[in-house]
């Protein structure tokens, strides 16, 4: 079992940074593969970016260039730096971890509480 807590969100202006952290009790982190989901009002949840347990970063297409995604697996935590933020990027933010118990099987998910992100223009 794994238990993820993330950090407080919060309001930040147009052009503004946020920092938030993922914090992992129960297992260890590094193989799993961490991920940052998001959720608007009205929308489905959208990744936002993924820390592969191989090591590989990928980034939505929205936040390329503005987001940057990391983890300290001796802190076992996970961080996602919000630079540039726009209004759109409002959401209710979520730390993920998931990983596949037998090779090919289905993967098993876990999930922080979320944290509100609001971007003011």
């Known amino acids: 079992q794994v238990q993820l807590v993330e950090s407080r969100g919060g309001l930040v202006q147009a052009g503004g940074s946020l920092r938030l952290s993922c914090a992992a009790s129960?297992?260890?982190?590094?193989?799993?593969?961490m991920s940052w989901y998001r959720q608007a009002p009205g929308k489905q949840r959208e990744l936002v970016a993924i820390?592969?347990?191989?090591?590989?970063?990928d980034y939505a297409d929205s936040v390329e260039g503005r987001f940057t995604a990391s983890r300290d697996y001796a802190k076992n935590t996970v961080y996602l730096q919000m630079n540039s933020l726009k209004p759109e990027d409002t959401a209710v933010y979520y730390c993920?971890?998931?990983?596949?118990?037998?090779?090919?099987?289905?993967?098993?998910?876990?999930w922080g509480q979320g944290t509100q992100v609001t971007v003011s223009s």
């Open positions: 993920n971890a998931r990983r596949r118990t037998v090779p090919g099987g289905p993967f098993v998910n876990y």
């Open positions: 129960g297992r260890t982190l590094s193989t799993y593969d």
């Open positions: 820390i592969r347990a191989t090591g590989n970063i």
